[in-house]
């Protein structure tokens, strides 16, 4: 039941991200929130409703699109809209190869078993889109976006971290992260580099 209350916390700050982010004017933006928000309304019918395979199978694809797309695409939608840095831009992209590596252990028949080589290059994909935000944080002298590293730091290590303490909270913990990061994403948008650390 517990799991159930953060998937409802993500569920509320990724609908107000969607909302207010335009898929127009912000694309892979929108589109990280839109993972955001499958991922919390699968958590969310998985631990209210039921554990059938279809819903345990639908939470693990979308558990591994939140961990592996969302930071890329905010980058991707940070960087373009960056006077300085906006040709590293596309560069993000590339978390596509870890994702479809990933995806296909999922579906693969014996799924319970991950591959290292594949947490490998998902691990370092993620790690590297923290870097390069805290980068961009750091060049744009951008508070809010030194909050989202915060934040997706919490969501990726502190998760694994609290799970390491206390079995059953890595999850949670994980949900929190990712809350916080969405929750940001309409601040980041609209006020881009005019807010500077003081």
Known sequence: MVDAVFSGILLGTTGHALVSVTPFQHPYAFCACAVGFCHALAGLVESIACEDRCTTCFKRLTCSCIEIMTLPMLNIEFYLKSD???????????????????????????????????????????????????????????????????????????????????????????????????????????????????
């Open 84 to 198: 300085q840095s906006s040709p590293l831009a596309l560069g993000h992209g590339l978390f596509v190869v870890p994702l479809a590596f990933d995806l296909l252990t999922k579906v693969s028949p014996n799924a319970e078993t991950e591959d290292i080589s594949t947490r490998t290059l998902k691990d370092l994909t993620i790690l590297g889109n923290i870097v390069s935000l805290l980068f961009l944080a750091a060049n744009e002298n951008n508070a809010v976006y030194g909050m989202m590293v915060l934040a997706a730091f919490i969501a990726k290590y502190g998760a694994m971290f609290m799970e390491n303490i206390i079995s059953g909270t890595g999850e949670c913990t994980g949900l929190l992260g990712y809350s916080l990061l969405f929750g940001l994403v309409p601040m980041a948008l609209k006020t881009g580099y005019h807010i500077l650390i003081s």
